[in-house]
């Protein structure tokens, strides 16, 4: 059964650059559109984007202009950088693979989280 | 973007009881509707797609419906496992949205 797991530091300083990677395993990366969900502390879930083994990337707008995605596929992992952290950029991080290869619409398997504080 | 706004926020049920949880969206999304159980401290588990289908594995006490902009989640005869946060989402467009949850408690 396919598993991710998130990786990265659990502790990142305003102004910088949160960088997390999720690996793939038990599964190929390829075909599939692989996103980021993140879930402040205490509230909902907020969509970051996905992107496909073949590079394509779609952001959220509320995002966009912080936000980096890409694939390794080489090392079954893809990645997420959000630059100019602040405090609200503090949660849990999951990695999440959609229902069906080629439609990243319904997220089926979930990473554990990584809990991303932001703080000096 | 596309709004979901669900209700309510939270319910407190007793085990046995029938649940049912609302999402409205805030334009005609068709049937493009997932919901999620999330228990505390874990990941979010899909448990239907396509506003009605439920996902292999997940009981039949849980089932959707609706279509345009209202949805409805529905948990009959409530289990201990199933005190947790709802969530719906839509998929129709981007970037995907997220309902703000519904916590189901013990009453």
């Known amino acids: 059964q396919e598993t991710l797991q998130e990786s990265g530091p659990g502790l990142v300083k305003p102004s910088e650059t949160l960088s997390l990677t999720c690996t793939v395993s038990?599964?190929?990366?390829?075909?599939?559109?692989w996103s980021w969900i993140r879930q402040p502390p205490g509230k909902g879930l907020e969509w970051i984007g996905y992107v496909h083994h073949s590079g394509t990337t779609d952001y959220n707008p509320s995002l966009k202009s912080r936000v980096t995605m890409s694939v390794d596929t080489a090392k079954n992992q893809f990645s997420l950088k959000l630059s100019s952290v602040t405090a609200a950029d503090t949660a849990v991080y999951y990695c999440a693979r959609p229902l069906w290869s080629g439609a990243p619409y319904y997220m089926d398997v979930w990473g554990k989280g990584t809990t991303v504080t932001v703080s000096s | 973007d596309i709004q979901m706004t669900q209700s309510p926020s939270s319910v407190s049920a007793s085990v046995g009881d029938s649940v049912t949880v609302t999402c409205q969206a805030s334009q005609d999304i068709g049937t493009w509707v997932a919901w999620y159980q999330q228990r505390p401290g874990n990941a979010p588990k899909i448990l239907i797609y396509a506003a009605s289908t439920l996902q292999t594995g997940v009981p039949s006490r849980f089932s959707g419906s609706g279509s345009g902009t209202a949805f409805t989640l529905t948990i009959s005869s409530l289990q201990p496992e199933d005190f947790a946060t709802y969530y719906c989402q839509q998929a129709f467009a981007f970037p995907l949205t997220l309902g703000g949850g519904t916590q189901v408690e013990i009453k």
């Open positions: 038990s599964g190929s990366i390829s075909n599939f559109y």
